[in-house]
């Protein structure tokens, strides 16, 4: 079989393995170009940002992502885009009636600080909408369901993660625009980005809430004189350290931990990684450290004082909401599809329609419905489906990448916080220039540690072989691995930044790391010392510092 990767469509298609790595369940490729799409594209609107829209389409199965600005024409395929002389930029933002609207909108986003109206909108109503549906879909218990009711509560859990994804693009503003706006006017004032993001820390609860309910559970095995090996164990200690670990896989058994799709791994199907982090959990929950505000702001100008007040007051109240909404309206929700998924395609594999009940993620609807249905061989869909789950190409290029038809004229206060905020997430120094046996870049904590390197090249092995007191070495973190952080003496990242969720959780837990490290997974051998030292933002190999736990 031959496989073929055309471009959806012009302009520069990147392939996305940030989020969501190899092939993708139909299921989630019928659902999520839609919610990405409307879930940016208001968000950009009502915050007057230059940018259309984000749009991802799939190519045998793997997802590519695109940017679009507005006012910009659609690429054709195959030819070449660029962007206008800046002179007609400039001449487009005063007449273009598209760009006339988003800077009057960018405006009044800024008078009226429109991040807190959608952050008190998240904490006071959506939040509590997310959290309750996800958890009358995970008590429906899937096996007694008959077929009818299972594919009813497959396209219910569907569309709570359709929802839950629009929901979550529609909030990147409300804590990437504070945050920039910080971050852009602390550098005026000669201020390191990375200790403007240390300001932040104990600002982001959400990003250490499972460290309550496994303390919970520890706290109640000790009581019970219990070293516990399984969750089986766990549950033998008595009634006190089974309702703790009840109340815990309540809320975040059934949440993908290694990416962000129906396709990562949950939870409750690593117990053997869970125990892990139940045997680690300190029964003490401990508070971060107090950022020292005061020694930051003795550096600000006085005249300028206020100014930063202001700022680090709206980025410390919005910065939270980034962990605090990813977990409810994209993590759980993809793994409570994936609960569902793994349901119908458990009855199909009994029923001799499927090798493997996991090959239900390569079927489309009406293949995946015949737990209902009955008859047919969709097996045979499934294995075609499985050969095009290789790694896809990096690009699909309809044309070079696409430039933003916008110029900073009338956005110089908005669109670069954005793009600060972003490009802290996501890339920030090349490291390809260091020796194979080191790297060097982004550094979260101030004390260096030296442990034992687990080397993943993805998180699905990362979770399987981590443990405790490791350097866990790996492309990325999400905001789930916060249930097993604690495990890792240390944290390496090839991707990420001082807003990436790596960064948020080691900030919150007070773990060092160091992200964005190119290579790491290749340069660092497994099972050798390493030594993590987020000071200098060094990964050294070998190193004499000694080990500080």
């Known amino acids: 079989m031959t496989i073929e ?5 012009g302009g520069l298609w990147e392939l996305e393995t940030l989020h969501v790595k190899g092939g993708q369940p139909r299921l989630f490729q019928h659902r999520a170009p839609r919610a990405f799409r409307e879930g940016f594209a208001a968000a950009a609107i009502r915050y007057g940002l230059p940018i259309d829209h984000l749009e991802i389409r799939f190519v045998n199965d793997h997802c590519y992502a695109r940017m679009r600005a507005v006012g910009a024409p659609e690429p054709k395929p195959g030819k070449a885009s660029s962007p206008p002389p800046a002179l007609v930029l400039r001449v487009l933002t005063r007449v273009h009636p598209k760009l006339r609207r988003r800077n009057r909108a960018a ?3 800024i008078e009226q600080k429109l991040w807190h109206e959608d952050r008190r909108r998240w904490e006071e109503q959506d939040r509590s909408s997310m959290l309750a549906t996800g958890r009358a879909l995970q008590a429906e218990p899937l096996g007694q369901l008959d077929d009818d009711a299972l594919v009813d509560h497959l396209r219910r859990a569907a569309d709570h993660l359709e929802r839950g994804i629009g929901m979550h693009l529609g909030l990147i503003p409300v804590h990437n625009l504070p945050v920039g706006r910080l971050v852009q006017a602390s550098r005026t004032w000669g201020i390191a980005d990375d200790e403007t993001f240390a300001l932040l820390a104990g600002s982001s609860p959400a990003s250490t809430a499972s460290a309550g309910g496994l303390a919970a559970i520890a706290r109640a095995c000790a009581e019970a004189g ?3 090996g399984s969750l089986d164990d766990v549950r033998g200690a008595g009634p006190a350290a089974a309702g703790a670990l009840d109340a815990y896989l309540a809320d975040h058994a059934w949440r993908a931990v290694t990416q962000y799709s ?7 199907e690593q117990p ?15 508070l971060p450290a107090a950022p020292d505000i005061d020694a930051v702001r003795s550096r600000v ?10 700022l680090l007051d709206d980025a410390r109240r919005c910065y939270g909401t980034r962990d605090d909404n990813v977990a409810l309206t994209f993590i759980w929700p993809a793994g409570l599809t994936r609960r569902a998924l793994l349901e119908c395609g458990g009855r199909l594999a009994d029923r001799g329609l499927l090798g493997d009940a996991r090959h239900v993620f390569a079927l489309g609807a009406a293949r995946r419905h015949r737990p209902r249905c009955g008859g047919g061989r969709p097996d045979r869909t499934a294995r075609r489906g499985r050969r095009r789950r290789r790694p896809g190409p990096p690009g699909r290029r309809g044309g070079p990448r696409p430039t933003p038809a916008c110029s900073r004229h009338r956005w110089p206060s908005w669109s ?5 905020s972003s490009s802290s997430k996501r890339r920030w120094r090349a490291s390809s220039a260091l020796p194979p046996w080191s790297g060097e870049d982004v550094g979260i904590g101030t004390v260096p540690y030296t442990g034992r390197a687990c080397v993943a090249a993805d998180a699905e092995e990362a979770l399987r072989r981590l443990r405790e007191g490791d350097v866990l070495v790996t492309t990325l973190t999400t905001p789930s691995f ?3 952080m604690p495990i890792a003496g240390a944290v390496v990242t090839e991707v990420g930044g001082l807003m990436s969720h790596t960064a948020i959780c080691c900030r919150e837990y007070g773990i060092p790391a160091v992200v964005h490290v190119a290579g790491a997974t290749a340069h660092i051998p497994d099972g050798v010392p390493v030594t993590v030292d987020p000071s200098t933002g060094r990964v050294l190999v070998g190193s004499a510092i000694p080990c500080i736990t």
């Open 107 to 109: 405006q009044r986003a």
């Open 301 to 310: 100008p006085a005249t300028d004082r206020a100014r930063f007040d202001d």
């Open 272 to 286: 053997d990684l869970l125990v892990q982090a139940i045997r680690s959990a300190s029964t003490e929950a401990a």
């Open 262 to 268: 129906p396709r990562g791994l949950t939870l409750i």
């Open 416 to 420: 670069e916080p954005f793009c600060s």
């Open 482 to 484: 916060e249930a097993v």
């Open 226 to 228: 219990v070293d516990p």
């Open 5 to 9: 990767w055309r471009a959806p469509a």
